[in-house]
C-alpha cells in the first residue's frame, strides 16, 4: 500500500513529505493505521545530526492508532484494537526480556536501534529501495508495520490523540519517577529541563507524593506550565544560581532525587551536584554521540550518592501503558496540558524549529487517511 511520510535524507535538512510503499505485516507483525504522532527531541537528534541514522528514514516513535491486519502469530492484538506504539519492540526471548526488563531488551541494538524490524529487514520503500523505519516504529507515516510487542493495547474510549504522547515523553517522564527512582512520598524532587519528558516526570514526582516538585528551565514559559502542572517552585536558570537556591527551598543541601532531561553534559552534572547526600539523580536525557561528563568521584562515595540512567521509564510497556492511560482517564494525570499544538504532516519542520527555540511543549502530528 501507499503511505504519506515525512523522510529524513540528510542531517540539517529539512524532512520532505513523500509517498512511500509499505508492505504487509510479516509472521508477528502488525499493521497500524497511525491517528497521531507526537515529535520528540530523539527525533531531532537524528535531524540535526547527533546521533547517526541510516538514510533514507522515516523517524516517529511516540505514536497511537488502530491495528488493522495482524500477521501471522499474532495473539495480543486483532484488527480494530486500539493501540499505543512502543520504541522498545522486544523479543520475549533475550535474558532481559525473561527478567522482566524488556526495555533493555538485547535484541533492541541490532533491530531497532538499526531502524529495521526483528527480521533485520524493513517493510517500507521507495520503487523498490529499502526505507528505514526509526526505532521500527515510524510514526511520522500515517501507517506503519510494527513488531507485535511494539503495539501495546489500551482501551478503546481514549483519546488516540493524547494518549499518542504515552509513547515516548509521558511512559519515559512518569516511568523514570516511579520504576526507576521509585521515588519515596514527601521527597525533594528537581527536574531539569520542562519538555515533554521533563514535564512528564513533574506529573510523575507529583503522583508519587514528592514534597517538593523544583523545575528548571531556560524558558519562563515551560517553567509557566511546570507551575501548572504542580512544581512547587521553578527556577530560570539563565537568571537563577540553581545549586545557590536549593539550600533555601529544601532546607538541607540538595535535593533527594534529581532527573535531567535534556541531554547536556553540563545539566547531567548540575543534575549530580544538585543532590543532597545519599541522593539519587537520574540521566534522562540523552545526549549527542560522543559526549562525557565529569563528576567528583569522592564526593560520591563519601556522601553516598547515586547517579544512575533511565531508558524508556524502566517501563514494562504492556504493564505500564494501559496504566498510565487510566491515571489520565481518570483524571489523576494533566496529559493534554503537554500539548502545544496538534499539526498536519507538512508543519513537522515548523514544530522541529519551534522544539529548537526551546518555545514548545509537544507538537502532535493527526495523520489524514
Ligand atoms: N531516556 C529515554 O528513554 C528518553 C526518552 C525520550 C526522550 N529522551 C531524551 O530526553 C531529552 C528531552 O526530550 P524532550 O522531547 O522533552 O525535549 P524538548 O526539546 O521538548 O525539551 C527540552 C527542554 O529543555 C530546556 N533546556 C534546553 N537547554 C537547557 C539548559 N541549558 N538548561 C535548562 N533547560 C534547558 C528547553 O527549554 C526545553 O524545555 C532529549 O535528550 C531526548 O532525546 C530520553
Ligand atoms: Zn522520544
Ligand atoms: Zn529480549
Redesign the pocket.
Given at each position: 500500500m501507499d503511505v504519506t511520510a515525512a523522510v529524513f535524507r540528510e542531517p540539517g535538512q529539512p524532512l520532505t513529505i513523500e509517498t512511500l510503499q509499505l508492505a504487509g505485516p510479516g509472521p508477528g507483525e502488525v499493521l497500524v493505521k497511525v491517528v497521531a504522532s507526537g515529535i520528540?527531541?530523539?527525533d531531532?537528534?537524528v535531524v540535526n545530526g547527533e546521533w547517526s541514522s541510516p538514510a533514507p528514514l522515516v523517524l516517529g516513535h511516540e505514536g497511537a492508532g488502530i491495528v488493522d491486519a495482524v500477521g501471522d502469530g499474532v495473539t495480543t492484538v486483532s484488527p480494530g484494537d486500539h493501540v499505543v506504539l512502543s520504541w522498545m519492540p522486544y523479543c520475549r526471548r533475550c535474558h532481559y526480556c525473561l527478567a522482566g526488563r524488556p526495555n533493555l531488551c538485547a535484541l533492541v541494538e541490532s533491530t531497532a536501534y538499526n531502524s529495521v524490524m526483528l527480521d533485520g529487514t524493513t517493510r517500507l520503500s521507495q520503487d523498490g529501495e529499502p526505507v528505514y523505519s526509526y526505532l521500527a516504529t515510524a510514526s511520522f507515516a500515517n501507517w506503519a508495520v510494527v513488531p507485535e510487542t511494539a503495539a501495546i493495547r489500551i482501551r478503546d474510549d481514549a483519546p488516540l490523540d493524547k494518549v499518542s504522547l504515552v509513547g515516548?515523553?509521558v511512559a519515559?517522564g512518569i516511568g523514570?519517577v516511579a520504576n526507576t527512582a521509585r521515588v519515596r512520598m514527601g521527597s525533594s524532587v528537581l527536574v531539569?529541563?520542562?519538555?515533554?519528558?521533563?514535564?512528564s516526570t513533574i506529573s510523575g514526582a507529583v503522583i508519587a507524593g514528592a514534597g517538593q516538585v523544583i523545575a528548571?528551565?531556560?524558558?519562563d514559559s515551560?517553567l509557566e506550565r511546570a507551575r501548572a502542572l504542580g512544581a512547587t517552585h521553578t527556577l530560570n536558570?539563565?537568571t537563577e544560581d540553581v545549586l545557590a537556591a536549593l539550600p533555601g527551598i529544601t532546607g538541607s543541601a540538595g535535593v533527594d532525587y534529581a532527573f535531567e532531561?535534556?541531554?547536556?553534559p553540563?545539566?547531567i552534572e548540575l543534575a549530580y551536584d544538585a543532590l543532597a547526600p545519599g541522593g539519587t539523580a537520574v540521566?534522562?536525557?540523552?545526549?549527542a554521540e560522543g559526549k562525557k561528563i565529569t563528576i567528583d568521584p569522592f564526593v560520591m562515595s563519601d556522601r553516598e550518592k547515586t547517579l544512575t540512567?533511565?531508558?524508556?521509564?524502566s517501563c514494562r510497556p504492556p504493564v505500564d501503558f494501559p496504566k498510565i492511560v487510566d491515571l489520565y482517564m481518570n483524571d489523576r494525570l494533566p496529559l493534554d496540558s503537554l500539548i502545544e499544538r496538534t499539526i498536519d504532516i507538512g508543519e513537522i519542520n515548523k514544530a522541529f524549529d519551534a522544539?529548537v527555540r526551546?518555545e514548545?511543549?509537544?507538537s502532535i502530528i493527526i495523520h489524514q487517511h
Open positions: 520528540c527531541h530523539s531531532l537528534h515516548c515523553a519515559t523514570a531539569v529541563g520542562c519538555g515533554g519528558v521533563g514535564l528548571v528551565d531556560i524558558n515551560n536558570s539563565r532531561a535534556i541531554g547536556l553540563t545539566t540521566v534522562v536525557g540523552q545526549v540512567g533511565s531508558n524508556y521509564g522544539m526551546g514548545t511543549a509537544r
